[in-house]
């Protein structure tokens, strides 16, 4: 009766310790879900605004491009080396954007 008695202390005493333990994994988990839903959250606006900008930009763009309007030559080209730096940073942006949010918890 006694080593009965023993064997349940201590079953209950090693399950009094992993439950602390699962405990403590489940809160740690809880908070890393908290903190990747509110890194998601704002990583989707900044992208869509990004992508609203890059479209504000494609649109001037399209509406400085040269238009031929028959035989003649095509006007020459304004320079849109300014415009064609943005697009290029905010590609780069969203490039690093996507590469933040597939990026594995460490």
Do not use: W
Not at 17 to 39: C, D, M, N, P, Y
Not at 42 to 52: A, D, I, T
Not at 86 to 102: G, H, P, T
């Amino acid at each position: 009766m006694k080593s009965e008695y023993r064997c349940l202390v201590e079953m209950i005493i090693s399950d009094e310790r992993k439950l602390a333990e699962v405990t403590s994994l489940h809160t740690e988990a809880l908070e890393r879900f908290q903190k990747a839903t509110e890194t998601l959250a704002v990583v989707g606006k900044r992208l869509e605004s990004r992508r609203v900008e890059l479209s504000k930009l494609d649109a001037l763009l399209d509406q400085a491009r040269p238009r031929s309007a028959g035989g003649g030559p095509a006007p020459q080209a304004p320079d849109h080396s300014g415009l064609q730096g943005q697009i290029k940073e905010i590609n780069a942006s969203l490039k690093f954007l996507c590469r933040e949010v597939m990026r594995p918890e460490t």
